[in-house]
């Protein structure tokens, strides 16, 4: 299993330009989350979800849209870049087993700045 | 809604001497606990967790840490750390009873420094 895959690494965006991160998970789990982490704040949760067709706000979801049309993918879009975007983010995926106990597991990261 | 506390950001210590990192978390309702280790410019590895059981938790690279109930901690610690050890350990709670969001609620992190 290649895990919990995202892509770019890296990204330069100007302010207003749009993108999309990719995350992409390869072992079947149900649930999918993005994070992103500012210096001495930890992560935040960005958006989840947790099944095929269906999503939902985290913490700080304003400025990123997702969309759940596979399980394997959930893509992050950023539809109007700003400075405030300047971040690494971070993609995650668990399944709940017959206990109700999950274990997330995290994607390498997606390093942005916003110019 | 939960919060975690970190209360150190930076420790350094000593290569081979003995090492807790600390952390409080807010709530009294049942949870899960994790401990994750970054690397620099790497993600997030787990290092270990706890979900139900002996309160005491064994990882990988020889970490431990302890459940305690009544102080809401989650302390970890490592006997003797190594020079590989330097990184930054996140500690994280999820909410037993949230089998919707389902999210992780992390502490603001705590950077081991090991020196020679």
């Known amino acids: 299993n290649a895990g919990v895959t995202q892509t770019p690494k890296f990204q330069v965006l100007k302010t207003g330009q749009s993108m999309t991160l990719q995350c992409a998970q390869d072992m079947n789990h149900e649930y999918m989350s993005w994070y992103r982490q500012d210096p001495g704040m930890g992560l935040r949760l960005i958006h989840y979800s947790v099944g095929a067709g269906i999503t939902d706000q985290g913490e700080v979801p304003n400025g990123y849209n997702v969309s759940r049309s596979t399980t394997e993918d959930f893509p992050l879009r950023l539809l109007s870049a700003a400075p405030s975007q300047t971040s690494v983010y971070f993609c995650a995926s668990s399944y709940m087993d017959s206990l109700n106990q999950e274990t997330q597991y995290f994607g390498p990261g997606t390093r942005l700045l916003v110019l | 809604a939960q919060s975690v506390t970190q209360l150190d950001s930076q420790v350094p210590v000593f290569e081979e001497a003995p090492v807790e990192l600390r952390c409080n978390y807010s709530?009294?309702?049942?949870?899960?606990l994790f401990w994750y280790v970054q690397y620099p410019n790497q993600g997030l590895q787990l290092l270990l967790k706890?979900?139900?059981?002996?309160?005491l938790v064994k990882g990988i690279n020889g970490f431990e840490a302890e459940f305690n109930k009544s102080q809401t901690s989650f302390h970890l610690r490592k006997p003797s750390v190594h020079i590989s050890d330097t990184a930054e350990y996140f500690c994280?709670?999820?909410?037993?009873?949230?089998?919707?969001?389902?999210?992780?609620?992390f502490g603001s992190g705590t950077r081991l420094q090991v020196q020679p």
């Open positions: 994280a709670v999820s909410d037993q009873e949230d089998t919707g969001r389902r999210a992780l609620t």
């Open positions: 706890y979900l139900s059981g002996s309160t």
């Open positions: 709530s009294s309702v049942s949870v899960y």
